[in-house]
């Protein structure tokens, strides 16, 4: 399929430690990007990795990208209460079609 | 200003009934999309429309109509409704078709079927 698998299912640290999701897809791909839902909302976009970057980084945020291993990781650093929520990577094929899987859930324990 | 706006917020409704759901952006966007998000948090599109042109219908019964009367509007019709037609329903939008781009969520609409 192409959608994207995230892991793990559910991950519960401690507000200042680093939280690291994973993401792993099937089918070659044009772009990545990771999107945030807190409970109860819409999803938001957190950032976009082309096939052709390795590695990108936005504020707390560090995505990395292996297209030979078709996998990609979410590091958020120094996380916060405010950072608990569903993080999701949706594997681009083409024409914008995002395949999203069903999340990581991330709990930062104050 | 909401940039992508759903209503309802909630529906509930008995099975056999016909519903809609509306979508508005105020992005200025080409392209809206609908997802379904079931209880396992499991997000799937649907459909994608593009100037108002139905590009993707990703393996959805014929009970679900999209409708899009321009660019800033996606309408979701549902006939028939079934109770596994239950689940939260997001709409999207962004720039354009070829990207790529970002999407903007709606706050969702959760249908409960009875």
């Known amino acids: 399929s192409q959608q994207g698998e995230e892991d793990p299912q559910a991950l519960s640290i401690q507000e200042g430690e680093n939280a690291t999701m994973n993401c792993s897809y099937k089918?070659?791909?044009?772009?990545l990007q990771w999107y945030r839902q807190n409970s109860g909302r819409g999803l938001v976009h957190l950032i976009l990795?082309?096939?052709?970057?390795r590695e990108k980084h936005s504020g707390r945020l560090r995505v990395t990208l292996d297209t030979s291993k078709k996998s990609s990781s979410l590091l958020i650093t120094a996380s916060r209460a405010a950072d608990t929520a569903s993080y999701f990577c949706?594997?681009?094929?083409?024409?914008?079609?995002?395949?999203f899987g069903t999340g990581t859930r991330l709990t930062v324990i104050p | 200003d909401t940039a992508v706006s759903q209503t309802p917020k909630y529906l509930v409704t008995q099975m056999g009934n016909d519903k809609s759901i509306k979508c508005e952006q105020n992005?200025?966007?080409?392209?809206m999309y609908w997802y379904k998000q079931d209880s396992k948090k499991f997000l799937k599109i649907m459909f994608s429309?593009?100037?108002?042109?139905?590009?993707i219908n990703e393996t959805v019964p014929n009970r679900f109509s999209p409708k899009s009367p321009d660019k800033a509007h996606l309408n979701l019709h549902i006939n028939s409704l079934e109770l596994g037609d239950s689940a939260v329903y997001f709409c999207?939008?962004?720039?354009?078709?070829?990207?790529?781009?970002?999407?903007?969520f709606g706050p969702g609409t959760r249908l409960t079927v009875t």
């Open positions: 999207a939008s962004s720039q354009a078709l070829a990207g790529p781009y970002e999407q903007y």
């Open positions: 089918t070659s791909i044009n772009n």
């Open positions: 990795i082309r096939s052709n970057e």
């Open positions: 949706a594997p681009d094929a083409g024409a914008n079609n995002l395949f």
């Open positions: 992005l200025g966007h080409d392209t």
């Open positions: 429309y593009n100037n108002k042109e139905l590009i």
